[in-house]
């Protein structure tokens, strides 16, 4: 199966921040990947897929670059709803794989 | 509106089955791959099952292979999960999720709003 390893497992910020979150995956995934944010409670929500691409509805200053094996999500000024836990996946194969996630915490 | 609402969790002994099920609303379901997402109290994402849309395609994640099936009912916009033999660590919320795309296996544009399973003697 594919790893994938997210960091930071934690991160604390402030509101107006850039934050930037790193996935690296144990082989490449080409650009299949996807990034989600998740509040507590609540089921996740697909920010960006195929690497960079912005879902729907989604607000801009979330961004995601890379591929191969190297991915980030950025957020350009973190506002109070971003507050929340990020994960990673890979969909290259039908073994998906999840990043451990990054806590996003108020500084 | 897509919705997708799962049903059928709860508490459950060792080694016994329970059976979930989501049904979807607000799209054509039979379009669409879906598949079955779990979380563990405190824990992360854990991706537990896929079904291409008319069900020729069937994928299962190595920890649930042989004791969970996956199965759908496209004339009533049905997606289910018979879980067989469950042990402690499937305790998790469940979600079903759907492809955001029709064409191809993409990532999940849409999720229920997930349903628990407790497995504790």
């Known amino acids: 199966d594919i790893q994938m390893t997210q960091s930071p497992s934690t991160l604390s910020a402030s509101v107006g921040d850039r934050v930037t979150i790193t996935c690296r995956a144990s082989?490449?995934?080409?650009?299949?990947m996807a990034w989600y944010q998740q509040k507590p409670g609540k089921a996740p929500n697909l920010l960006i897929y195929?690497?960079?691409t912005l879902e729907s509805g989604v607000p801009s200053r979330f961004s995601g670059t890379g591929s191969g094996t190297e991915f980030t999500l950025t957020i350009s000024s973190l506002q109070p709803d971003d507050f929340a836990t990020y994960y990673c996946?890979?969909?290259?194969?039908?073994?998906?794989?999840f990043g451990q996630g990054t806590k996003v915490e108020i500084k | 509106e897509v919705q997708l609402v799962e049903s059928g969790g709860g508490l459950v002994k060792p080694g016994g089955s329970l059976r979930l099920s989501c049904v979807a609303s607000g799209f054509t379901f039979s379009s669409y791959n879906v598949h079955w997402v779990r979380q563990a109290p405190g824990k992360g994402l854990e991706w537990v099952s896929s079904i291409s849309s008319s069900s020729n395609y069937i994928y299962y994640a190595d920890s649930v292979d042989g004791r969970f099936t996956i199965y759908r009912d496209n004339a009533n916009n049905s997606l289910y999960l018979q879980m067989n033999s469950l042990r402690d660590e499937d305790t998790a919320v469940y979600y079903c999720?759907?492809?955001?795309?029709?064409?191809?296996?993409?990532?999940?544009?849409?999720w229920g709003q997930g349903t628990r399973v407790t497995v504790s003697s």
């Open positions: 999720g759907r492809d955001r795309q029709r064409s191809g296996w993409s990532a999940v544009g849409y």
């Open positions: 195929k690497a960079s």
């Open positions: 996946q890979q969909y290259i194969s039908h073994s998906w794989t």
């Open positions: 082989q490449s995934i080409s650009v299949w």
